[in-house]
């Protein structure tokens, strides 16, 4: 069996972080996995903790279905989309296929697509319908643990190594802000809000800031996110706990409302102030992944304003884009980065997400 290539020193087994259900996560010790043929063996470096993982943890409707969406995840499995890492080992033609080396920094899309269904086959491949999203579908398993296999329809991307960790691990991220940002279509000198201002939110804020808005609007309940909102580029923020946010920023349109708003909060009641906000025939991206449903008056959309509603979801073809700008310094964002915690504290990781008093995002480094 010469198929495979890789490291003398892969030990046998590994510690990897197993979700078994909700809040039951548990440290086990687990085989490192062999790579099959167009396989990656990556040595983990970082696994970041998203707000979807928190859904699955906190067992909203992602996680075990409801009268609207399916149950998602297929526990028992390591979880994680937001790695960082090395090739450790590689399948037989691995490394041509995926033009990289024993060794090389390595990230891959969140998504393996199966490349054959209807998607797939037009370009549209982040929305699979295998929907195979690495650490919440059991073929796909996640990086939070030491080693992690690339599938061989993972779409890879090799990491400059005089990137930070910090903005290594932001990779992901930013790669789904900027698709977000795209599917908003700002033109030069429009107002841009941009609604909710968590690891995503951010991210939109640095990448809505280069599309030169002529007004760029943040809002979150969080005052140390509008700190940091206004230094990646925000005008003008404010919070909506202690501002009537949909006046404000009529006021500042001369009772217009913006051209663009972008969603990240993921909270059903940020939808129907967003709406007011915004002017007619303007647009509306959605990004978030909500718990629970959200009652609106639709009328809003057509009678009242011909507006676009879009949506956004992961990061097609955006993953070469976000680590050319952080390469080149285009984007600066280290500081969405507050905790980098061992595995072991896991536990302490998932609730600082959870309850965001002063973590934004939180790196486990197995
Ligand atoms: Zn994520
Ligand atoms: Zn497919």
Known sequence: MAAMTGHTDIPETMRA?????????????????????????????????????????????????DEFRDAYVEPPLIPGHEFTGRVAALGEGAGERHGVDLGDRVVAEQIVPCNACRYCQRGLYWLCVKAQVFGFKKAVEGGMAEYMIFPANSRVYRVPDTMSDKHAALIEPLGCALHAVERGSIHL????????????????????RLKNPGLLIALDLIDS?????????????FNPNHTDVVQEVLKLTDGYGCDVLIEATGNPHAIEPSLHMIRKAGTFVE??????????????????????????????????????????GLISIEPIITDVLPLEAHD??????????????????P
């Open 17 to 65: 972080l197993i979700c078994h259900g909700v809040r039951d996560y548990r440290l086990e010790t687990r085989p490192v996995p062999t790579p099959g043929p167009g396989e990656i063996l990556v040595k983990v470096h970082d696994c970041g903790i998203c707000a979807s993982d928190i859904k699955c943890y906190g067992g909203a409707a992602l996680f075990w279905g």
């Open 189 to 208: 000198g429009d107002v841009v809000v941009q609604v909710g201002c968590g690891t995503l939110g951010l991210c939109m804020v640095a990448a809505e």
């Open 225 to 237: 996110r509008l700190d940091l909102a206004r230094q990646f580029g925000a005008d003008v923020t």
């Open 287 to 328: 990004f978030s992944v909500m718990k629970g449903s959200s009652n609106v008056d639709w009328t809003i959309i057509g009678d009242g304003k011909e507006l676009d509603i879009l949506g956004a979801h992961l990061a097609p073809y955006t993953f070469p884009t976000s680590i050319d700008y952080l390469e080149r």
């Open 348 to 365: 302490r990781g998932f609730k600082a997400v959870e309850h965001p008093e002063t973590s934004i995002k939180v790196l486990l480094r």
